[in-house]
């Protein structure tokens, strides 16, 4: 057998949620896995009809622009549902607004039907906004709760089609053990849930991979004693960027600065991921005033930014934040940096070429400028370009 890339666990969901230790045996090491890695697909766009609008605002804008070009930007709309008195009673949004057009309302030529297109957020409370009985309808809101206008009813005129089915995980050339060698041996078909995860040459585990049922298995090709064991996952599949990153940290914790630099944005992300999850939490903060030298060569977006952060503070493979909230989270403290402290910030021009060059916005990137003055808040990190 090869070395491992992979251990199989056994999962016990209810354990995990109350804090158990002590509960997961090893069922198997694997040498490699298939169908592990899949991107999520991009947000379902569905296509609704807001009837009896009165639009204002942004909105209003927006419904000229259409009419100009056929389609025109939104951005997030929050409808705002009304009881019979006009109370609001609860709110439902979509992201990523698009007006495609509108006509006049069949039921009152005052106001019009506008045609727009969405995706609902991860975090909505309803799959639909129902009217409660003799409700006037909709408040419509902006994104920061600027008035829109109103609409009387809201119908989804085309529903995002359904995800395909995505093939089950195979872990490949797994030498079982304990639990499930006992399991295969006695030939029982309920295998149990099991959780995978990723670890390096030696042995330590780099990170979680996925968890699921353990469904079926077959005499393995890689060797005799060998199986190949068959997953129905309920957890989400790591990205294709995780594949990259995994290879980065398969001898183990980097042992040198800036493995992450030949990474793209995304799969930078991912690294900051697997930093977070091999921090070791409890550590004590270097004291206030202490310097830190920032490597800025390979700073051309912001996750490389806070790649570069974490070495800055932690050493390869560090972490300090992976987003601007992250980041003052990790200025509280225990997280290796006391504020206020230094960062000299070396070969600057970099990211003052490669970060945004307009004014961060919502849905707008973040610039130099904007990150300076971020870091400078409240005097927590004094930076010192170079």
Not at 13 to 24: I, L, M, P, S, T
């Amino acid at each position: 057998m090869g070395a491992p890339k992979y251990v199989l666990l056994s999962y016990d969901r209810q354990a995990e949620f109350e804090g158990e230790e002590g509960y997961e045996e090893t069922w198997a090491l694997c040498e490699d896995a298939e169908n592990l890695f899949a991107d999520p697909p991009p947000p379902a766009r569905e296509v609704y009809e807001l009837l009896g609008c009165a639009p204002e605002g942004e909105l209003d804008e927006a419904l000229t622009r259409a009419r100009a070009g056929g389609a025109a930007s939104l951005g997030s709309l929050t409808l705002e549902i009304l009881d019979r008195t006009g109370t609001a009673v609860g709110e439902w949004q979509l992201d990523e607004v698009r007006v495609l057009g509108d006509r006049p309302c069949a039921r009152d030529l005052k106001l019009r039907d506008i045609t727009i297109e969405g995706t609902e957020p991860d975090h909505t409370p309803y799959d639909y906004p129902r009217r409660p009985p003799l409700s006037p309808g909709y408040r419509l809101l902006g994104p920061h709760g600027e008035p829109h206008g109103t609409c009387r009813d809201l119908v989804c005129v085309r529903e995002a089609p359904d995800e395909p089915l995505e093939p089950p995980l195979r872990l490949l050339g797994c030498a079982p053990q304990g639990a499930l060698r006992t399991a295969l041996d006695g030939g029982e078909e309920d295998l149990g849930h099991a959780k995978v995860l990723r670890v390096d040459t030696s042995g330590r585990p780099v990170q979680a991979a996925a968890e699921g049922e353990l469904r079926a298995w077959i005499p393995s090709a890689r060797g005799p004693g060998l199986v190949d064991l068959t997953l129905d996952l309920w957890s989400e599949r790591p990205p294709f960027a995780a594949e990259e990153v995994w290879e980065l940290w398969a001898e183990g914790h980097p042992a040198e600065p800036n493995r992450w630099a030949r990474l793209d944005a995304e799969s930078r992300q991912f690294w900051l991921r697997t930093a977070l999850d091999n921090h070791v939490h409890g550590g004590q903060d270097r004291p206030p005033g202490t310097t830190y030298h920032l490597d800025g060569r390979h700073i051309t977006d912001l996750p490389g930014f806070f790649c570069a952060l974490g070495e800055a503070v932690n050493g390869p493979g560090g972490y300090f934040g992976w987003g601007l909230d992250a980041l003052n989270d990790c200025l509280r403290g225990r997280w290796g940096a006391a504020p206020p402290f230094h960062l000299v910030w070396h070969d600057s021009e970099v990211a003052r070429q490669c970060l945004g060059v307009a004014p961060h916005t919502a849905h707008g990137p973040l610039t130099f400028e904007d990150l300076l003055a971020f870091l400078s808040e409240g005097e927590r990190i004094d930076v010192r370009l170079a």
